[in-house]
């Protein structure tokens, strides 16, 4: 579907506050793509990521009225920050949902993340769709900790608000994500394997 200019957008974004019928599934079908990638980041179950999203489209037709197109320059790019909010926010409570006993560590395993959790490493290197590939593979709470914080870029204060867990269990579940993640270079060889320091 080709990109619509910054008055076409603007026009469907209008026509999606009249409630228009035509042009909220317009927006829907302009910007699945970009909202399913998010939410299944976050749910590896398709059905579950389909389900997020469409509850994602809800809350933005929902908020929409809020969302003030004429404060931004650049439309379609606010509009997509906008969108991403959401969708993370609603994969994450569909995430909580499924796995609210997966997410909290015992008070033993938050004494393992340490300094060496927010240090460059080297899948810094990977390209986007080998990391989403390895991250696929992790536990649920390990992956929901390490797609917030290295993929979308919230603080562990902010991942523990958001997931119902303490600051503590968000840094170690992002310290054994990550040597989850090198455990798996280690076992697939991977070039980016011979850059970590033994």
Sequence with gaps: MPTPTP??????????????????????QQYYGFGFAICQRYLTDRDAALEAVNDGFLKIFQELPRFDATRYADLAGSLRGWMHRIMVRTAIDHFRAEHRHSLHAGLDEVGEAHAEASAATPLDALSFDELLRLVGQLSPACRAV???????????????????ISVGTSKSNLFKARASLKQFLKLEKHHAYAHYVR
């Excluded at 603007?10 to 829907?28: F, I, P, T, V």
């Design 7 to 28: 008055a076409q957008l603007s026009d469907l974004l209008a026509g999606c506050r009249a409630l228009d019928r035509a042009s909220q599934r317009a927006l829907y």
């Design 146 to 164: 390490f797609n917030l914080y290295a993929i979308d870029g919230y603080t562990h204060e902010e991942i523990a608000e958001q997931l119902s």
